[in-house]
């Protein structure tokens, strides 16, 4: 199989290929098998994930969620638009037609903000910033690199490959996630990101960041739902906005807010993007989970989808 490119094409590197997880007989002597994310893939050709065995400290078993909404009782109220960059007006779908925002000026919170070397999350900070949001925390990591080699793709039906991505866009590190068969629920493909470098406490809000893309190599249109909870909780969904989105052909930032309803020490709670919603390829990119404690309220934060700088 030939790797992947910006426009969703093959192109003339060979692609490595996960091998299937065998999670039915891991599961049955309670360990979770995971195909691995964080290989060392550039630009200058895919590396597909290793096969790694998950135990205590390598994340929670992927379970069941219920995928019509979001149960936490801290959902905010409806969708707040956001633009991607300070100085650009924005016109994103709402319902019942489009709104044309533009971002307030930086604030002097913007100070505030931890400081961070990497380009893109330097950004991220910026265009929070530039929205009135106060200084939060990166959970994974300070860069977008080692916060991606964080999630783990479980599940035997599908692969992941590195991806490359323009100079134009914001972001630098991508995955490639490819559901080969047809799961039966959405949690049968799962990328995982558990947090073992600190707790959360009930009424915490946090912010998740991706970029997602559907290419014109994908058999159908995909779709990914997101989901935030802790091994204690694995049928509540602490994301406060709608979880599940059917990303375009063009690259597309998410923010996702989360308020958590329950105490959660490291090592137990994660972040999670279902794909398994039918024979599918989704580009993931610019991942980022930022915490703000109790300091900013959910319905403050910015949600939903907006245009990478198109």
């Known amino acids: 199989m030939n ?54 400290d390598g994340g929670p078993e992927p379970t069941r969620t219920q995928t019509s909404g979001p149960t936490s009782t801290a959902a905010g109220p409806r969708d707040r638009t956001a633009t991607e960059t300070p100085a650009r007006s924005t016109e994103t779908p709402v319902d019942g037609g489009s709104v044309t925002t533009t971002a307030a000026p930086a604030t002097e919170t913007s100070t505030d903000w931890p400081s961070v070397e990497d380009p893109y999350y330097s950004a991220l900070q910026d265009d929070l910033a530039a929205m009135g949001v106060s200084p939060g925390e990166f959970v994974y990591a300070d860069d977008e690199a080692e916060a991606l080699a964080k999630f783990e793709v479980w599940s035997d039906l599908a692969q992941t490959s590195s991806l490359s991505v323009a100079d134009d866009r914001a972001f630098s590190a991508a995955r490639r996630v490819e559901v080969t068969e047809q799961p039966d ?90 794909h398994g919603y039918g024979v599918q390829t989704t580009d993931v990119g610019g991942l980022a989970l930022v915490d703000f404690d109790r300091s900013v309220k959910v319905e403050d934060l910015p949600r939903g989808p907006v245009t990478d700088g198109e």
């Open 3 to 56: 790797a992947p490119t910006e426009d969703g094409r093959e192109g003339n590197h060979s692609r490595a290929t996960t091998r299937r997880a065998l999670l039915g007989s891991l599961g049955i002597a309670g360990v979770a098998g995971c195909l691995g994310l964080g290989g060392d893939g550039t630009a200058d050709g895919p590396s597909g994930g290793g096969f790694q065995t998950v135990g205590a």
């Open 185 to 274: 629920n959405p949690w049968d493909v799962t990328m995982n990101g558990p947090v073992n470098n600190r707790s959360v406490a009930e009424g915490d809000v946090l912010l998740g960041v991706v970029h997602l893309r559907s290419p014109v190599s994908s058999p159908t249109n995909s779709t990914v739902q997101f989901i935030a909870k802790d091994q204690d909780n694995t049928a509540t969904n602490m994301v406060a906005t709608q979880p599940r989105v059917t990303p375009p052909t063009e690259w597309t930032r998410y923010y996702v807010p989360m308020q958590w309803g329950y105490d959660s020490e490291a090592g137990t709670w994660w972040w999670e993007l279902f």
